[in-house]
Structures are given as structure tokens and as C-alpha cells.
T-cell receptor, first 118, second 114 residues
Framework: GAVVSQHPSRVICKSGTSVKIECRSLDFQATTMFWYRQFPKQSLMLMATSNEGSKATYEQGVEKDKFLINHASLTLSTLTVTSAHPEDSSFYIC??????????????FGQGTRLTVV | DAKTTQPPSMDCAEGRAANLPCNHSTISGNEYVYWYRQIHSQGPQYIIHGLKNNETNEMASLIITEDRKSSTLILPHATLRDTAVYYCIVTLRGYSGGYQKVTFGTGTKLQVIP
């Protein structure tokens, strides 16, 4: 089946620094990818929709200047947490749906990135 | 997307069938029911989906009521590795002016007991 891969799986960074998380679709081209954030014991919250070749669409309340999304190719989307603070510590997960309206278009998820800001 | 309601938690004895209910009374005619699960500290895993017919795959069975207002995910022989949070999601299936985002509710935390 389709695989979506995230890197790194966990990262620790200092306050004020920026962290980049990569999301790759390994066996299909994804024109659209989704970024989620999950705090402990909570559900996944959609942050933004990443569109290849165009600007990302952010959910209400998500700061686009803080969470920079780049979707420069059909297999790679990146999320950069800029000027990270301890409250940005969370589990970040990306997702992509296999293209084709007549095909099985369930969403595939990456394994997640555990970000800890100290 | 239509809203879903699931019990917050359930227990199931190992080897027995786990039946996880989901209510989606506002589902529209072209929306599918998807089930995902999330094992601790991992990304969600797709399980199964359906429109109106019952579906079965190597992981589970999905029973959708005739009025489509509720469904049940069945894990026929639960194992300890099935302990996870199970999410029932209603969403459009394919491309319709843009891929529909998958929005998660709170899910059901299934604990399989030895």
C-alpha cells in the first residue's frame, strides 16, 4: 500500500530556533498533503492543507507566519516551526491522499514527529 | 463533514470480538464512513471504509445501518496489539474540487485485556 514518511521522528530544539519537518509520499504523487498537530491525550487537530505549487490553506487560529509550509514537489511537503517556544511542543503528523476520484482514496499518515522545545 | 459520536472508551477481552459503534446521523448521501486507528505515539492507520454496504477486509468488518445514520466497526478476534484509539470519520471519498480534509473527533479508546 501507499506509504507516507516523515522525518525526523523526534526532535529537541532550543526556544527561539526553527525546526523543519519533512513529509514524503513514497509511492504516489500527492498534490495535496495535510498537516496535523496532536497534544497529549487529545485528538488530531488539522493545521493546514498543503497544495503543490501554491500557497497552503491554514485552519482558523493557526499562524501562517509561524508554521511555514512548502510543497515544492509532488512527493514532498515541509513544515517549518519558526521561533519555536515550549508551547509548540507537540506531535506533528502529515497525511496525503492517493489521487484519482475512482481509486481508493483513503488518507495515509506519516509516523509523526515528536517536537520538544526546551 | 458530518459530525460523528463515539463512546470515549471500551474494554474487550483478548480473543473476543470488539464492536465499536459510531453515530453519524447527519451524514449526506455522498459521504463515506472511514475508520482509522492510532496506536500510542504513532500516526493514524487506515482500517476500512464504506458507503452503504457492509464491508470486510483482512483487518475488520464495517456494518452500516440501512439509514446510514450509524455504523459499527468489528474486530473479529481482538489482540493486545489492537489496543488503540479508533476514529470514525465521515468524509467525501475522492477529488471534488479539492481533496477533502480528514477531520478527527475524539474517538474511542479501546483497551484489549489479556
Amino acid at each position: 500500500g501507499a506509504v507516507v514518511s516523515q522525518h525526523p521522528s523526534r526532535v529537541i530544539c532550543k526556544s527561539g530556533t526553527s525546526v523543519k519537518i519533512e513529509c514524503r509520499s513514497l509511492d504516489f504523487q500527492a498534490t495535496t498533503m495535510f498537516w496535523y498537530r496532536q497534544f497529549p491525550k487529545q485528538s488530531l487537530m488539522l493545521m493546514a492543507t498543503s497544495n503543490e505549487g501554491s500557497k497552503a490553506t491554514y485552519e482558523q487560529g493557526v499562524e501562517k507566519d509561524k508554521f511555514l509550509i512548502n510543497h515544492a514537489s509532488l512527493t514532498l511537503s515541509t513544515l517549518t516551526v519558526t521561533s519555536a517556544h515550549p508551547e509548540d511542543s507537540s506531535f506533528y503528523i502529515c497525511s496525503a491522499r492517493r489521487p484519482g476520484p475512482q481509486q481508493n482514496t483513503e488518507a495515509f499518515f506519516g509516523q509523526g514527529t515528536r517536537l520538544t522545545v526546551v | 463533514d458530518a459530525k460523528t459520536t463515539q463512546p470515549p472508551s471500551m474494554d474487550c477481552a483478548e480473543g473476543r470480538a470488539a464492536n465499536l459503534p459510531c453515530n453519524h446521523s447527519t451524514i449526506s448521501g455522498n459521504e463515506y464512513v472511514y475508520w482509522y486507528r492510532q496506536i500510542h505515539s504513532q500516526g493514524p492507520q487506515y482500517i476500512i471504509h464504506g458507503l452503504k454496504n457492509n464491508e470486510t477486509n483482512e483487518m475488520a468488518s464495517l456494518i452500516i445501518t440501512e439509514d446510514r445514520k450509524s455504523s459499527t466497526l468489528i474486530l473479529p478476534h481482538a489482540t493486545l496489539r489492537d489496543t488503540a484509539v479508533y476514529y470514525c470519520i465521515v468524509t467525501l471519498r475522492g477529488y471534488s474540487g479539492g481533496y477533502q480534509k480528514v477531520t478527527f473527533g475524539t474517538g474511542t479508546k479501546l483497551q484489549v485485556i489479556p
